[in-house]
């Protein structure tokens, strides 16, 4: 069997987290990563743009969407 050959395969396209091994979905930008999801672990070498998998995105839309009700709740 061939290798299927990717177009886009370059350095920088996985998730930037620690430990995990996903394809990039969204390229988010680091710092805002880091204020949504403290927690998570990026890699040594973010940048100043980071790319996340699927799952990862995921959380970090949580996060924020939370934050967001939090904020609104608060202006209330
Ligand atoms: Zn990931």
Not at 55 to 72: A, I, P, Q, S
Request: charged share 40%; proline share 4%.
């Amino acid at each position: 069997m061939a290798m299927k050959h990717k177009p886009r395969e370059g350095r920088g396209d996985k998730c930037g987290v620690v430990d995990c091994k996903e394809q990039g979905h969204k390229s988010l930008s680091t710092k805002k990563v880091k204020q949504a999801v403290p927690d998570l672990k990026l890699g040594s070498n973010p940048g100043k743009r980071i790319h996340l998998c699927k799952t990862h995105y995921k959380e970090f839309k949580k996060k924020t969407k939370k934050e967001r009700e939090l904020d609104r709740l608060a202006w209330e």
